[in-house]
């Protein structure tokens, strides 16, 4: 669940709800983004504490669902612990979403972002081949274990290309317009709403967390968008 997007609340909250569906007679646990930490007390007064790391981080709320409901059925009994186990497995193997409708999906929405923010019928074609482009991109630099920062990075320095190549070379579009919305599918915008969740909630730890993580995905993109419009103006003459 953490690794795709979950809340830590409802990570700790299902893990409570397992452990007690079991012979278990307390547990405590504590979760943050990059890990989970959990103390049981056995019916023999035995405690056993583990540890488990976070690594890879994404945002799949499908898989979220299901292994929500995987761990419903298992507190409801419907399935057994075995079944489970094989059933999370099963589902940590298994892509949920198609890299080509991915990649066609984030261009339209980039195509119509633009002409919601005032763009015209050009901005949108453009933003949707560029939207759809560092998208691509994105998924090649992930499948090579670039770290998030640098793929924002990147993809913010694209779109910035992109947007000069039409708008002040080829006198097609305009660049403002193509920049906003090509770039709008990269915003935090999950991180954020999880971070203010998890808050509130009271997990400051995981809340300050997920805040600044937001906060460097956008410095991201801002920069690579930036860097490349800096050097552009730099060689007209300008500032």
């Not at 969740?197 to 809340?207: P, Q």
């Amino acid at each position: 669940m953490l690794e795709n997007g979950a809340e830590t609340y409802r990570v700790e909250d299902t893990i409570e709800h397992i452990c007690r569906a079991t012979n278990i007679k307390s547990v405590n646990t504590f979760a943050t983004p990059t890990g989970i930490f959990i103390c049981i007390q056995t019916p023999n007064d035995e405690y056993h504490t583990t540890i488990k790391r976070v690594t890879k981080r994404t945002t799949n709320l499908s898989k979220v669902y299901h292994v929500n409901n995987i761990s419903r059925q298992f507190v409801l009994q419907e399935i057994s612990i075995t079944q489970a186990l094989s059933s999370l497995e099963e589902l940590s193997h298994t892509h949920s979403l198609n890299i080509l409708f991915s990649i066609f999906v984030t261009g339209v929405c980039s195509g119509f972002f633009a002409l919601l923010l005032g763009g015209a019928l050009w901005d949108g074609m453009i933003a949707t081949f560029c939207g759809g482009f560092i998208r691509l991109v994105a998924i090649i630099l992930y499948n090579k274990d670039i770290s998030g920062f640098l793929v924002n990075l990147v993809s913010g320095s694209i779109t910035a290309m992109i947007a000069i190549l039409f708008s002040e070379i080829l006198k097609v579009g305009h660049i403002d317009k193509i920049i906003i919305g090509s770039i709008m599918p990269l915003l935090p915008g999950i991180a954020i709403t999880g971070a203010i969740r998890d808050t509130i909630y009271g997990d400051l730890v995981s809340g300050t967390s997920r805040g600044v993580e937001a906060l460097l995905i956008a410095i991201s993109i801002a920069s690579g968008v930036g860097i490349v419009l800096r050097v552009w103006l730099f060689l007209q003459g300008g500032l």
